[in-house]
């Protein structure tokens, strides 16, 4: 085990395996756990929540069953006074008859306004209440005890409807806490109704106490209840029962959400609120619902924490199981880690040697037969064919040294094969000439060539052989030799392309032809007799004229047929005309945009020279190609500035360029 996990710590493919596997099993264990945790934790605040409403609802209910079973009967007392006049007996009679018809009442009386129960009596309102198990009278109509005044009398009075009164302590009746339904009774009298006094049933406070206090929610949970004015008549804490309101206390701790919650529960709302516990500041939950016939409200509240006792365990649990399984995981991770990369550690030592070139050592075999296997397999064949290839390369390398050199001489002798000393001949003034070709590799297939027939005519040619390189070289040799050689013989220049053309379509298997335009000048005149195989027109270049293409005679390229004839053409050229030659490397070389230089580009580039000399304008034309390709920055930009890759020369590129003088008429 500790020598597998001092391999591992020696690996950085185990290393970062282990790594990749424990966090990816970590991500995926925390995500679903974290998601598992979130879920619960609401399913079991959901659960809570509604049993707590249903423990609500159910002691409103208990609450509110109790008071409705009262109601009835200080109702019917009312009907009945109001229907007709009892004696005091019969009054006092059903007064307790109505007291022992409802276990939940605890008193009962019947008040009378002021000489309403008899001429004679100024107040009357006999009481009956429960008192150690039996009915025990109290006179309401004393003299220190003035009832008219009291909430439940004078209240509904004045709205003329039954109504629960607040919560008071009784000190002249019944003596203890207690709420009164009152219901107003009204008799005819001279034609109209008029109120005769107040029918009244008690509910002894304890009994519906002790139904909120009887609900416990966990080990701190608790339940209240509170009046329409917010007065607690229900809370664990007794001294604060009938003393505070919710309004109170809420404003003695500067609690806003509080006072909030309870203006709503006095507004007969109903629903829950997460809010801070005022005794030790945890989040705890409350819920509140309406107690409809009395208009009170009941809250049940329970602290948060308490819930997800059981969860928090759980996710304890969770997490202890969770950093065991990531020590025994990485610990099998590592294990199967250092087993499964210590053969490729292996490979990886053997392959180190054969990059230092040691290719006579032999990969270690592996015996199975799985990717590992394979891909020693594969280096094994590697390192037999890598062997095998350097050597190859080395007779490679050594026979292409070779040819770079013979085509480095080649190059030597094709540009030795072309004029190139300008000016050619310092003895004649009656022109000016000057030529240049850039291959676009060591050896190219283009052409130029001029030469003296004799005294008064100057033969110039230009061609471009389809293809490149060696090749188009020795055919590019072959075409000037030949037409030199059949010019000399004072033939027009349509004659010596019919020559060189029958000659070179002889036996052309490779089916390689040649592009030429040539002609003949006469120094003394200026006559041109010129002819064309299929090359690009010349540009006719004349003072205070636009430059302008020579017009060309139809002439097939040279090499294609053997029974192919050619025409000549003249043109005469006056003193100071420029006739330029080129191939169509200059206007079929490209920019980064993939855009051709184009021979209108090539004209409008050659009317703004107008004036200069047969080099300068070469060179000038040279320049302004290597410009629009990129490989030469225009005047005024940086290297830096430019964006694109230059494009290479793809063609090679020839031009010509012959300006006429002429002969004064001494000669001269």
């Not at 009170?296 to 969860?311: A, H, K, P, R, Y």
């Amino acid at each position: 085990m500790f020598r597998s996990l001092r391999e591992w710590m020696h690996s950085p493919l185990a290393l970062r395996l282990t790594v990749l596997v424990l966090a990816s099993t970590g991500l995926i264990f925390s995500t679903g756990a974290i998601y598992t945790m979130s879920v619960a934790r609401e399913l079991l605040l959901d659960e809570t929540r509604e049993n707590t409403r249903n423990l609500a609802r159910h002691t409103v209910r208990r609450i509110d069953a109790v008071l409705q079973s009262v109601q009835p009967l200080p109702q019917l007392l009312a009907h009945r006074l109001a229907e007709e006049k009892l004696g005091r007996d019969e009054l006092n009679s059903l007064l307790r008859a109505t007291i022992l018809s409802s276990s939940h009442m605890y008193g009962a009386t019947a008040a009378f306004e002021a000489h309403k129960f008899a001429p004679a009596i100024a107040g009357f309102a006999p009481y009956y209440h429960r008192k150690e198990g039996k009915l025990a009278f109290v006179d309401l109509a004393r003299d220190n005890y003035n009832y008219a005044t009291e909430d439940w009398y004078r209240i509904p009075k004045e709205l003329g409807q039954p109504q629960w009164s607040e919560p008071y302590y009784d000190a002249q009746g019944g003596k203890t806490w207690m709420c009164t339904y009152s219901v107003p009774f009204s008799r005819i009298e001279n034609g109209k109704r008029v109120l005769a006094g107040i029918a009244a049933a008690d509910v002894q406070l304890d009994h519906l106490v002790e139904i909120v206090s009887s609900i416990k929610l966990y080990q701190t949970g608790y339940a209240f209840l509170v009046s329409r004015s917010g007065r607690y008549l229900s809370y664990p804490d007794r001294d604060v029962v009938f003393r505070e309101t919710i309004f109170t206390r809420a404003e003695k701790n500067h609690d806003t959400e509080h006072l909030r919650i309870a203006q709503r529960m006095i507004n007969g709302e109903e629903g829950f609120a997460r809010i801070a516990s005022r005794h030790h500041g945890k989040m705890t939950w409350l819920y509140f619902a309406p107690v409809p016939s009395s208009g009170w409200s009941v809250g049940i509240q329970f602290t948060e924490d308490e819930i997800l006792t059981d969860l928090q365990r759980l996710q304890r649990n969770v997490i202890v199981i969770g950093i065991v399984g990531f020590i025994l995981l990485f610990a099998a991770v590592a294990l199967v880690a250092t087993r499964f990369t210590h053969p490729i550690r292996q490979l990886a030592r053997q392959t180190v040697e054969i990059a230092k070139g040691n290719l006579d050592l032999k990969v270690p075999e592996i015996k199975s037969h799985d990717e590992i296997g394979d891909l020693t397999h594969s280096f094994e064949n590697m390192r037999v064919a890598l062997k095998e290839y350097i050597a190859n390369l080395a007779h490679t390398t050594a026979a292409k040294e070779r040819i770079e050199s013979e085509l480095k001489i080649a190059h030597t002798i094709q540009r030795n094969f072309l004029p190139k000393r300008f000016p050619p001949f310092p003895q004649k003034h009656e022109f000016d000439l000057y030529a240049d070709l850039q291959p676009a590799r060591e050896v190219g297939g283009d052409l130029y060539d001029f030469f003296l027939l004799d005294d008064d005519h100057l033969f110039i040619s230009i061609g471009d052989v389809a293809g490149k390189g060696v090749p188009a070289a020795l055919f590019m040799a072959v075409s000037k030799t030949l037409i030199k050689g059949v010019a000399e013989q004072s033939l027009s220049p349509s004659q010596v392309l019919d020559k060189v053309n029958y000659e070179l379509a002889q036996e052309n298997d490779e089916l390689m032809f040649v592009s030429v335009f040539c002609g003949v000048l006469e120094l003394s005149t200026g006559k041109l007799n010129y002819t064309n195989a299929g090359h690009l027109p010349p540009l006719l270049l004349r003072p205070q004229q636009q430059p302008a293409w020579l017009d060309l005679p139809y002439g097939l390229l040279l090499g294609v047929d053997i029974e192919a004839r050619y025409q000549t053409r003249t043109v005469t050229l006056q003193p100071g005309d420029t006739i330029l030659l080129y191939t169509d490397g200059v206007t079929e070389a490209m920019n980064p945009r993939n855009e051709l230089y184009s021979d209108k580009r090539l004209r409008d580039f050659v009317a703004k020279q107008t004036g200069i000399a047969p080099k300068p304008l070469v060179e000038s034309i040279e320049q302004s190609v290597q410009q629009y390709s990129g490989l030469v920055t225009p005047p005024g930009a940086s290297a830096v500035s430019m964006s694109t890759e230059p494009v290479l020369q793809s063609d090679d590129i020839t031009l010509l360029a012959l300006r006429y003088h002429g002969r004064n008429i001494d000669g001269t």
